[in-house]
Every structure is written in structure tokens, then in C-alpha cells.
């Protein structure tokens, strides 16, 4: 007797635990679309990374040509990895004097789309992992990318891509 009500009872506590986790994300407000840096500037997971990272000045010279291209940068606001990398990646762009015109920043929900991002669907760039950084020649072709996490760091990842 005292089994069964082992049995039924992991189930049950299962169940409420499931049900729990689905009403948060329920409840979860997920920001998707176009976003400006003026707005990330006002989430303090942003200002906390953006202040603490600095870029290895070494290789900044090397990626004076990334100035040449457009960046285009999928992420969202309840991903730790786009919480760390995307004020690193902006941070870098401002030490480049990256033109802000060449820079597009999209969030998106969890199960990767967005329904607000106009004529950038993720799915158009096979967005499947965020964050994910997009190098853009000026015909709109892909240069690079990086994916969720770079191999290296940033700098050296985008030092691979030969942005000349």
C-alpha cells in the first residue's frame, strides 16, 4: 500500500510542478522586435555587462573593416547568453566608431520568432540559437556569424570572419 501511494503521488507532484512552470511563461512578458539601443540602455542587465566588459584593444585595429558591413544581431531579453553577449558586442562596436545606420538589434521569444520584426524574420536567416550576430556585405550577403556563443571571444571570432 505504501508504494502505490509513492506512485501516485510522484506523479501528481509532477503534474503541479509542470502546471507551474507553464503559467510563468505564460505570464512572462517577452519583448520581441526591433529594439534600439537606447531601450537596451534601459535594462540594467545591459548597463551592468556594457560597463564591466572592455575589448582587447589589440585586436580593435584588425576590425576597423567590420565598418564596412551591417550587423544584424537576434537575441532576447530572457536569454542569460544574450544577456552577457550582446552589451560585450555593442561595446565593441562603439570602440570601432561603428555607423549606428548599419546596425539592426531583434528580440524574440523563446520558440525563436517574431511577430513584430517586419522584413527580418529570424526564419529567414535560420535563426535557431540566440544570440546570434550576423556580418552583412553590402549586397546583403552573409560574411559571418556568430552563434549563441563565440569560439574564442567576439574580437578573435570576428578577426576569422577577414572583415577587410
Known sequence: MRKLKVWVLIPLLWLGACKNH????????????KISIKNLEKYDWYRAEYNRFVPKQALLDSLKGLNNYSVLIFGGDWCSDTKFYLPQFIKLLTALNFPKENLSIYFLDRTKQCANCGEVPPEKYKVTRVPTFIILDKSGNEKGRITETPTKSLEEDLVRMELY
Open 22 to 33: 507553464d503559467s510563468r511563461i505564460k505570464t512572462e512578458k517577452i519583448k520581441t522586435g
